[in-house]
């Protein structure tokens, strides 16, 4: 379960999750897990203003998190590939040189609260939408993945969640199995990933024009059912 604290209203609103379990990664998988993860973020989510994502080893953390926002000295933790911890206010001259995460810098810099996650232990999970911590950092020996997609338009943000997720179950023991998370939000409990079915229609000549091959209605329909 994610607890949404109302501290983030005015940085960064909302965040839905998921779970992956029993998942086995290799090199070749675990790279295009994140090269879809940064893909998503500069194209759907423009470059993290309305969504980013912070995937975690389960295993190493314990629910249900707090998702809540704090003035930056307040916030400390081991950033992704350090060793030492830093304040977020720290965090923002560390990677004020870093070409890849400079960019997102000016997205929560100047707010005097910065959004954060936190397992039930008080671990932070990540700093959205700069950073993850390293204590939760995936590799290739992770089986569960925690998925939190944080977002300041919920529909891009559930789209994300939902892409990540469908395409990457499939490596999961139970492939295409998805352990929904609870989001807790003004009172009211939310279920993500959504995943919802929608109606499509299209004309057989456009189905025919796309594959190459002649179909009348009929066919195509009995070959879509």
């Known amino acids: 379960r994610l607890e949404v604290d109302p501290s983030v209203s005015s940085v960064r609103p909302f965040v839905v999750g998921a779970v992956l379990r029993g ?3 290799t090199k070749a998988r675990y790279d295009s897990f994140i090269d879809l993860q940064d893909k998503l973020h500069q194209n759907l989510a423009r470059k993290r203003t309305l969504a980013s994502v912070g995937t975690h080893d389960l295993d190493t953390i314990k629910g249900p998190f707090k998702y809540m926002a704090k ?9 992704l590939n350090q060793t030492k911890q830093f304040t977020s206010a720290e ?8 070409s890849h995460l400079k960019p997102y810098l000016p ?3 100047d707010s005097p609260v910065y959004p954060v996650i936190y397992d039930a232990n008080g671990v932070v999970l990540s700093l959205p939408p700069i950073i993850n911590g390293e204590h939760s950092k995936i590799t290739l020996k992770t089986k569960n993945v925690f998925i939190e997609c944080t977002c300041t338009d919920l529909t891009k943000g559930k789209i994300v969640l939902d892409t990540l997720v469908t395409m990457f179950s499939q490596y999961c023991t ?3 199995i998805i352990e929904p998370v609870e989001t807790l939000i003004n009172g009211k409990v939310e279920v993500y990933p959504s995943l919802k079915y929608r109606t499509e229609t299209i004309k057989a000549e456009a189905v025919s024009n796309l594959v190459g091959v002649d179909q009348r209605p009929a066919q195509v329909a009995d070959l879509l059912s």
């Open 91 to 98: 965090l923002m001259e560390l990677y004020s040189t870093d």
């Open 71 to 79: 003035p930056p000295g307040d916030i400390k933790f081991i950033p």
């Open 23 to 25: 998942v086995t990664f």
């Open 174 to 176: 139970k492939p295409f």
């Open 107 to 109: 997205i929560i810099r």
